[in-house]
């Protein structure tokens, strides 16, 4: 075979693995190494069995999937929010679905704002089930407003559910797994923790927070190896969370909240969450394109970054003012302003 062929040949190859590359990441709704992990990674139906899972924010959305995808796989659940009727009501689904018993699923109401419960709780939990093996910190609230129109009573509110709750609640959490030397600490993020873009700053900051925290005490639990700490970054995913987002006035309630259907699908999002907890990943952004590449923008290259942020956050905000979900905005057609 001439050199001449052998080139032909390698470039060919070269070229056929980078499109066969391109059309995975294009099609990706993960990054690739939770996208690997999914493929030749631990299964979650190995790894999370006959484990206990506290998962908060468990009345709806991404906690309310994670209850019945987790109890179908057999783990015991311990399940939170301010909410009793609503936890209620997913634990007979997950009874109705699943093999577990009824003592294999404990409502515990909860407030993350109420820091002063969280010991009690987790006395509750560990009188009831002996042992945590993972401590899910879900429950959160967004945000959709300007940051010149909200009150900074906004801005105080969020950072306790989202930032103070969760860290409160680890706390609590974290001398039982150190006794233990195991556990699993599994925060749902956001793509807001990695970036930002407009109407959300309060919500950004309270992600962002979290990931400076969770960064940091996975480093002090090194000494621990088997106590993973696991910073989850969904993108736009099908829940009440707009309906439930804070926008100028803590009191005041989002208007419109847009249609939801273009998010991604909850069950994936939370197969993902159980796939990089099967596999200890210690960050995994979970999110269809081109979400998904705004990550790497934001990781490999701000400059970038910065630059499409500041085009998409005027048309974010055009939209949103008129009655669209401002996730849904950046690529839709104007709307027409009524002069
Ligand atoms: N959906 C998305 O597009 C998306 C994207 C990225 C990240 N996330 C994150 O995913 C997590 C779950 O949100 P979701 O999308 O499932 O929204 P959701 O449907 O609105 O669910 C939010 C959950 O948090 C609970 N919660 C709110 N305030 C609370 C408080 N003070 N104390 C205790 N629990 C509280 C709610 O329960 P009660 O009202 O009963 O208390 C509810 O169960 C949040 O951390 C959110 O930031 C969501």
């Not at 704002?113 to 002063?116: H, L």
């Not at 006035?249 to 208007?255: D, I, M, T």
């Given at each position: 075979m001439s050199w001449d062929l052998l080139w032909s040949l390698l470039l060919a190859c070269a070229l056929v693995y980078l499109g066969v590359q391109l059309i995975r990441f294009v099609r990706a709704d993960g990054d690739l190494t939770l996208l690997w992990a999914e493929w030749q990674g631990r299964r979650p139906e190995w790894e999370l069995p006959d484990l206990v899972a506290w998962v908060t924010g468990?009345?709806?959305?991404i906690g309310e999937e994670l209850a019945y995808q987790l109890s179908k796989l057999g783990t015991s659940l311990v399940l939170s929010s301010r909410n009793a009727d609503k936890l209620e009501r997913v634990k007979n689904k997950c009874l109705e679905i699943s093999n577990?018993?009824?003592?294999?699923?404990l409502v515990l109401p909860l407030d993350l704002?109420?820091?002063?419960s969280h010991e009690a709780a987790t006395k509750k939990v560990l009188q009831y089930f002996?042992?945590?093996d993972i401590l899910v910190n879900n429950g959160g609230r967004s945000q959709r407003s300007l940051f010149e129109e909200t009150n900074l009573d906004v801005y105080k509110e969020i950072m306790d559910i989202n930032f103070m709750g969760t860290v409160s609640l680890t706390k609590c959490v974290l001398p039982h797994m150190i006794e233990r030397k195991q556990g699993k600490i599994v925060t749902t993020s956001s793509l807001m923790g990695l970036g930002g873009v407009a109407l959300v700053s309060g919500y950004a900051a309270t992600k962002h927070a979290l990931h400076g925290f969770f960064n940091s005490l996975r480093s002090e639990l090194a000494?621990?190896?088997?106590i993973t700490v696991m910073l989850i970054c969904p993108g736009?995913?099908?829940?009440?969370i707009v309906e439930n987002a804070f926008c100028e006035?803590?009191?005041?309630?989002?208007?419109n909240t847009g249609n939801?259907?273009?998010?991604?699908?909850t069950s994936r999002c939370v197969r993902l969450m159980l796939v990089s907890m099967a596999n200890d990943l210690k960050e995994a952004w979970i999110s269809e394109q081109p979400y998904l590449s705004f990550c790497y923008i934001w990781q490999y290259a701000p400059t970038w970054a910065w630059w499409l942020t500041n085009k998409l956050g005027y048309r974010r905000i055009e939209n949103f003012k008129s009655g669209l979900d401002a996730d849904s905005s950046y690529f839709r057609p104007l709307e027409k302003k009524s002069n």
């Open positions: 468990a009345s709806s959305g577990l018993k009824e003592k294999d699923i704002t109420d820091r002063s002996g042992q945590i000494v621990y190896p088997e736009p995913v099908q829940s009440n006035e803590v009191s005041k309630k989002v208007e939801q259907d273009y998010k991604m699908a």
